[in-house]
């Protein structure tokens, strides 16, 4: 098994810029991505008036840009690729949103360490791009101050099998990321361990969506 550097090094390749640059133009023609649209629908319910963000894996920004449109003041955005940052930073630049974004790249179970907790966290494809998930929920879940919206895929023989697809492309382009898909009860069930309710979920075929609240 790759170690976690190669992993995350394996998803800079994977996730470059030209990529970043094709969802950036789908993402203004389209908007966002499915799963992403339900997690903003479900966060929708919530007060996000000057409130703050961090959006781990956040892609090209969709959820950033809706969280200062609603009026958020603060996002952060950590990432493992430096092209999706980029596209990120120069959307934000060019709505004059300097001031209220940042944007770190590696990955945030080191990188939480460098910035205060936040009032929400999202982690939109997340879970299945990392091989220790309990300790990038256990750290979300320390950072929040309130809720937590990830999305996830199923689990279970068909997702298995994809999973084993995925490993040989990767395998077979030399490349050490590989995607993963944990078991939905154990996620569950962590976010319960830490003190939150999950408060909505829908499914989006092949992906859970769920927003969780502290209460304890």
């Excluded at 709505?95 to 205060?116: A, H, K, P, R, S």
């Excluded at 929040?144 to 895929?153: A, D, E």
Aim: net charge neutral; with cysteine.
């Amino acid at each position: 098994m790759a170690t976690i550097k190669e992993h995350c090094c394996g998803a800079d390749l994977f996730f470059n810029k030209k990529t970043a640059v094709k969802e950036y133009k789908t993402f203004l023609k389209k908007g966002p991505l499915k799963a992403t649209a339900k997690i903003i629908e479900q966060l929708e319910e919530e007060d996000v008036e000057g409130k703050s963000l961090i959006d781990v894996g956040g892609g090209i920004g969709a959820l950033q840009w809706w969280f200062l449109k609603k009026g958020g003041k603060q996002t952060t955005d950590i990432d493992a690729s430096s092209g999706y940052l980029k596209q990120a930073e120069d959307h934000a630049a060019k709505n004059g949103w300097q001031n209220q974004t940042q944007f770190l790249m590696g990955d945030c179970t080191d990188v939480y360490d460098q910035i205060e907790a936040v009032d929400f966290i999202t982690l939109d494809k997340v879970v299945c791009c990392y091989p220790n998930y309990k300790e990038i929920l256990n750290a979300s879940c320390d950072k929040s101050l309130g809720y937590v919206s990830l999305s996830y895929p199923m689990d279970g023989v068909i997702a298995q099998g994809i999973k084993r697809l995925g490993d040989l492309f990767f395998f077979l382009k030399g490349n050490a990321y590989r995607p993963y898909v944990h078991p939905v009860k154990d996620i569950r069930a962590l976010f319960s361990n830490n003190g939150y309710e999950r408060i909505s979920h829908n499914l989006v075929f092949p992906w859970h969506v769920e927003t969780y609240q502290r209460v304890a």
